[in-house]
């Protein structure tokens, strides 16, 4: 199902076997605790790197442009010009540790697959909006499963642990949905989580759809579709529940859109909601049953 763009996370508890996994995706040569804040309802941070705030304007990092790959251009982490109720993001992302985000941290080893997702703010025709898509029903894992673009970072996409993940979730983003890079402003990136089940290193990159561009299926055989979510429907309670494996472990579950979105990417939605001071009391007791293919 196509949509043309139109212009929020308690600790992820679920069992390892719940979270989702980036994609991995065949080799084709080179190729591989803030105030409460208002709930955003329209229009209205850190220049930030995975390291620290760097004051006097945006980080740059050298590496393929953005939307036009091989061409040595800046790679621009900044707050410039975000609408002011992405703010407390900004805010929020700047100062989360690792422990606050989820249970599960990448080893000490330094073992496990570096991996990026695009978390994607837009403005949309009931204001502030954020991308998903939904994996195909045919995969053989987690299938049917709603999940931010992203995917395993790729040689070309520079080194892990500056450039890499900007790059990684930009050009997964654009290959899962057909949206143009070019129209992204990366304001921050989340401390990198782990997958146990996957052994993925997941970096979370914050973008803001500043002109946004049309989105749909690319691939039917990996996507089934692409949708936005607004964020006053990832923050109304009643949207709100409690992913139960048949394992006994829990997690954050948002019921929208249709979908039933939880494992990692719920974890991240709720940690944001938290931390941007948008989250509104929700009956954590509500339980929604996942079965053993989840």
Known sequence: MTHAHTQGTTHVRSDPAEEQKPKQRPKQGPKQGPGREQVPTGRGGPEQSGGPEKPG?????????????????????????????????????????????????????????????????GE??????????????????????????????DPEDGDQATTGPLRAALREAEEETGLDPRGVQVFGVLPRLYIPVSSFVVTPVLGWWRAPSPVGVVDPAETARVF????????????????????????PAFLVESALVWGFTAGVIDRIVHYAGWERPWDRARQVPLDWRA
Do not use: K
Request: aromatic share 4%; net charge positive; no cysteine.
């Open 57 to 121: 304007g945006p980080d740059r990092f050298r590496g393929p442009e953005q939307g036009g790959r091989g061409r040595e251009q800046p790679v621009l982490v900044t707050t410039e010009g975000l609408p002011a109720w992405l703010d407390p993001v900004a805010r929020a992302a700047r100062g989360l540790r690792p422990q606050q985000l989820s249970r599960f941290l990448p080893p000490e080893s330094g073992a496990g697959r570096q991996s990026a997702v695009l978390v994607l703010f």
């Open 124 to 153: 949309g025709a009931r204001g502030p909006e954020l991308l998903l898509m939904e994996r195909s029903g045919t995969l053989r894992s987690h299938a049917g499963q709603p999940s931010f673009p992203g995917g395993a970072l």
């Open 228 to 251: 936005t979510v607004p964020v006053a429907d990832l923050t109304d309670p009643a949207n709100r529940a409690t992913a139960v494996h048949p394992s006994g472990h829990s997690g």
